[in-house]
């Protein structure tokens, strides 16, 4: 899993170099995890300083190397640096297919996930929800997919009387019960995410990555934005916001971050409780893209976002070739490491070759 490490600022300010003290999760109380607006301490929302946003402008940008790309958020590097969440450790493989599956089990699960998250404030931990309404072969695959959950859930239980129940309890850790919470659904976009992107990649011939728990901040450690997942693809930015609570309707905020950060056509927010009218709405009236996680709409709307963006680039580059067709492009200095670095490798891979093969020379 790629994931975003605490990067330094692109500026050589003083002031701007990173503390090195990473951030713990457990302190960032949910009202700074979720502000949207640029805090107002270090002049931060003075808009008419600050504006411009990260611009990639390159003629070889789809071979930039992601992390130079991530370094583009950072549109006021004197009092802003990127730090990735100190608990975002690698998540192995078996846990992002147990989010997938939870995910796509829809509303199956819908019930047991939401009697958990009522149980965590009691700390009992416990859960019995009715399955009448549920076909036999429902039941036995609600039973089988809680059973497969080792880890978060033990103890399942599917009753034979009436009326027919299932229960269980949750395994009390921090992690699941930060997975339970909300966090099975971001695992299961981001990899649903990743596999997206390194297709597209593959198949335009760009270079693409996807960053988990994004934090921007200042060099006090006070949080500015935090964001679920950064795409890099093409040397391009893309933001996903994921919402799989029932209660949030701050759908104001975001419009903050996307003139920020001037992604226009780059910011998607997911969520999973509103339907088609609604999202319409909040797409007419503020103005960027909102999807479900019902079916297949999380992976269409990611894909048809990526691919037209890759078309804005390249027809942003062939409006620039024929506007200036005397002028040669130059790489920028973000890929002339990149293209050093690849020099270095290949001369020493050529070295060791003839190490090998004994050749003097």
Not at 218 to 227: G, R
Not at 251 to 278: M, S
Request: a negative charge; one cysteine or more; glycine letters at 6%.
């Amino acid at each position: 899993m790629v994931k975003a490490k605490a990067l330094i600022p692109v500026s050589e300010d003083p002031h701007a170099v990173h503390s090195g003290r990473p951030l713990s999760s457990g302190s960032l109380s949910e009202e700074r995890r979720n502000a949207g607006e640029l805090k107002s301490s270090d002049g931060l929302q003075d808009k008419g300083k600050h504006s411009q946003g990260p611009v990639i402008s390159s003629p070889y940008v789809g071979k930039m190397e992601p992390r130079k790309v991530l370094d583009s958020l950072l549109w006021n590097p004197r009092c802003m640096m990127i730090q990735e969440e100190s608990q975002s450790a690698e998540i192995p493989e078996s846990v992002l297919s147990l989010a997938e599956e939870m995910l796509d089990a829809g509303d199956l699960i819908e019930d047991v996930v939401d009697a958990l998250r009522k149980s965590i404030p009691s700390k009992k931990y416990q859960f019995t929800v009715s399955v009448d309404h549920r076909s036999k072969e429902e039941q036995k695959r609600l039973s089988s997919l809680l059973n497969s959950m080792t880890g978060v859930i033990a103890n399942v239980y599917l009753s034979t009387g009436r009326p027919t129940t299932i229960s269980g309890r949750l395994i009390g850790s921090s992690r699941t019960q930060a997975f339970i919470t909300g966090r099975y659904v971001e695992f299961a976009l981001y990899n649903k995410a990743r596999r997206i992107v390194e297709r597209i990649a593959r198949e335009h011939d760009v270079t693409g990555t996807v960053f988990r728990n994004v934090m921007i901040t200042n060099p006090e450690n006070v949080i500015i934005n935090e964001f679920d997942l950064v795409i890099v693809l093409g040397g391009e930015l893309y933001i996903i916001e994921i919402k799989s609570g029932k209660n949030f309707s701050d759908f104001d905020k975001y419009i903050q971050i996307v003139a920020n950060y001037r992604l226009e056509d780059r910011f998607l927010l997911v969520t999973g409780t509103l339907g088609k009218e609604q999202i319409e709405r909040i797409e007419y009236f503020c103005g960027y893209a909102v999807c479900g996680i019902d079916g297949h709409a999380f992976e269409e709307r990611l894909e048809a976002m990526l691919v037209q963006g890759l078309k804005n680039q390249e027809l942003a580059r062939m409006q620039s070739a024929e506007e200036n067709p005397d002028e040669q492009p130059t790489l920028s200095e973000a890929d002339s490491e990149v293209s050093e670095d690849q020099d270095k490798d290949q001369e020493e891979t050529e070295k060791q070759n003839q190490a090998e093969q004994g050749d003097p020379s």
